[in-house]
């Protein structure tokens, strides 16, 4: 288990990370998300043990994790750590990248390993393709590939899907969190998008100004966003007194109700429409499932199950 324990942390007098506390388990799927800047990646970096830390501890079971000045190098072979900039060997095929660190392994077994971790990544045509002629995304997929080679205990992930296209994301997604979860791996993912956590992530950490503000199930955090930034993670969204915040498609247009709306714009948003109304002189956003015009008139309504009592003001 993997357990960070009142770390706070700045580059400078400034804090980037403030009274930091949580635990991951082996296997488990942790995401950190938050805004650009809110010291994700500087988290993942203590986690590696790139920085020294003044406060704080950071154990993986009963080993401490600790910085250059106790380590002439960075890093142990129970924890690897994909960047956000992949440092690869450019001059080597990406079959030879992988392979690189498993000179402990029988040459046969070598082969085996390396060709299972190709296909995971979906690389099979590139296999010997030296590094420096791929594009950002087959990079980033050889930096994941590396990373499992040596099957770490718990794999750290900055942003590991970002310079790889929509086509492809999906299925490289369920492919790499898969194998982690096949493999008793734990992983902690850092990132902003929302795709690379749902249905993937077992629990959920949410940065914001330096401080952990929510840490739960993405379910859950679904379900009771708390707050506007949370909320915000998951889609369209508003907060309408007195219900509170409110997802864009938890509100139904109807043919009766009394609350009524104007259509301002409609967005089509692939299986449904993101319709933009003027409610009260304010925007509300409602998913529906077609076009609405211009200026048009309708009603809507909360689901019926709507309880105030679970939504928070
Ligand atoms: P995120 O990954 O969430 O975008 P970072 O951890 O990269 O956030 O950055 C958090 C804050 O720390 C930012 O304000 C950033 O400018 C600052 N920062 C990051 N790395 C350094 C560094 N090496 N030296 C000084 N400040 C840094
Ligand atoms: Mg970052």
């Not at 990248?97 to 690389?123: A, C, D, M, W």
């Not at 899907?161 to 492809?168: L, M, T």
């Not at 299925?171 to 902003?192: D, E, M, P, Q």
Request: aromatic share 12%.
């Amino acid at each position: 288990m993997l357990q960070v324990k009142n770390v706070t942390f700045g580059y400078s007098k400034t804090k980037v990370l403030k009274a930091i506390d949580f635990n991951v388990k082996a296997g488990e799927n942790l995401a950190i998300i938050g805004e650009s800047g809110s010291g994700k990646s500087t988290l993942l970096k203590l986690i590696y043990g790139e920085h020294d830390l003044k406060q704080g501890q950071i154990f993986w079971k009963d080993e401490e994790i600790l910085g250059p000045k106790y380590n002439l190098v960075v890093g142990y072979d129970f924890m690897k750590y994909v960047t956000q900039e992949f440092d690869l060997m450019p001059v080597i095929t990406v079959e030879e990248n992988i392979g690189k660190h498993l000179s402990r392994f029988y040459p046969e077994e070598k082969q085996k390993r390396t060709e299972e971790l190709i296909k995971v990544v979906e690389l099979e045509d590139f296999a010997n393709t030296k590094v420096k002629f791929l594009s950002g995304g087959q990079k980033q997929r050889v930096a994941i590939a590396r990373a499992l080679a040596k099957e770490p205990e718990i794999l750290l992930l900055d942003e590991p899907f970002s310079h790889i296209d929509n086509f492809q994301k999906q299925g490289l997604r369920r492919n790499v969190f898969n194998y982690l979860k096949s493999k008793n791996i734990a992983c902690i993912v850092a990132t902003h998008d929302r795709n690379d956590v749902l249905g993937f992530a077992d629990q959920m950490i949410v940065l914001n100004e330096a401080e952990i503000i929510a840490k739960d199930t993405p379910q859950n955090l679904y379900k009771n966003p708390k707050r506007p930034l949370i909320a915000s993670f998951f889609g369209e969204f508003n907060v309408i007194e007195p219900y509170g915040i409110v997802y864009a498609n938890q509100i139904k247009i109807v043919d009766d109700s009394d609350l009524k709306a104007v259509v301002k714009t409609s967005y089509f948003n692939g299986s449904s429409w993101l319709i933009e109304a003027d409610y009260k002189s304010e925007s509300i956003f409602i998913d529906h499932d077609f076009e609405l015009k211009k200026m048009q008139k309708f009603n809507f309504q909360f689901p019926h199950n709507f309880s105030l009592k679970f939504l928070v003001f």
